[in-house]
């Protein structure tokens, strides 16, 4: 069956990156996108943007476009979010999340980033 | 972009229909038949019920129903469940390779 699993729960301090990955199986990994959907705590989802396995092309929210990459890795079906210059707003879980049709149907567990010093 | 707006709270009773709406503009919404909605019960990751406006995925019950007018999308819960009680988010494609979300429905069930 469909699977993402992401990595651990990560503490960074203001200004740092941090970098997420995604594992994906049970599926073709390249005829999918993958997303990256964020909900801070007790907050709303927020789109952050998506990445084509196939051809690595990425889609970006114009507000994350200065400070976030997503890269991926054919040979292991994994895709990688880093994001830069953390301030405490940008605590968060992370979903890396599957693309069919209009919708997000396979969601990851999330990984909890805190940023705090 | 701006958020889809939703209203932050809706309830009914047991068998009974709520009906959540997702405003836009006409540039996301009401450019594109590519809304999608999503259920979130605490502390899980939210789970897609509808997309492409209308389209239900396997395994969603037929009473979660979506459908669009101009600019606002809307989800409607019929025969409201117990387990329905949760926060509820759309989506749409805005454009240029972009989504946006709604700024998300708590529904109560009395």
């Known amino acids: 069956q469909v699977q993402l699993v992401q990595s651990g729960a990560e503490v960074q301090r203001p200004g740092a990156s941090v970098k997420v990955s995604c594992k994906a199986s049970g599926y073709t990994f390249t005829n999918y996108y993958l997303h990256w959907v964020r909900q801070a705590p007790g907050q709303g989802l927020e789109w952050m943007g998506f990445i084509n396995p196939s051809g690595g092309s990425t889609s970006f929210a114009q507000k994350f476009q200065v400070r976030l990459t997503v890269t991926r890795d054919t040979s292991t079906n994994t895709v990688y979010m880093e994001l830069s210059s953390l301030r405490s707003e940008d605590t968060a879980v992370y979903y890396c999340?599957?693309?069919?049709?209009?919708?997000?149907?396979?969601w990851g567990p999330g990984t909890l980033v805190t940023v705090s010093s | 972009q701006s958020a889809l707006t939703q209203p932050r709270s809706v309830s009914g009773s047991p068998g009974q229909s709520v009906t959540i709406s997702c405003t836009g503009t006409?540039?996301?919404?009401?450019?594109?038949?590519?809304v999608s909605w999503y259920q979130q019960h605490p502390g899980k990751a939210p789970k897609l019920i509808i997309y492409d406006v209308t389209e239900r995925p396997s395994g969603v019950p037929d009473r979660f129903s979506g459908s669009k007018s101009g600019n606002t999308a809307s989800l409607t819960i019929s025969g409201l469940q117990a387990e329905d009680e949760a926060d509820y988010y759309c989506c749409s494609y805005a454009g240029r390779y972009t989504y946006v979300f709604g700024t998300g429905t708590k529904v109560t069930v009395l």
């Open positions: 006409s540039s996301d919404v009401g450019d594109y038949n590519y």
């Open positions: 999340v599957r693309n069919y049709n209009s919708g997000l149907d396979y």
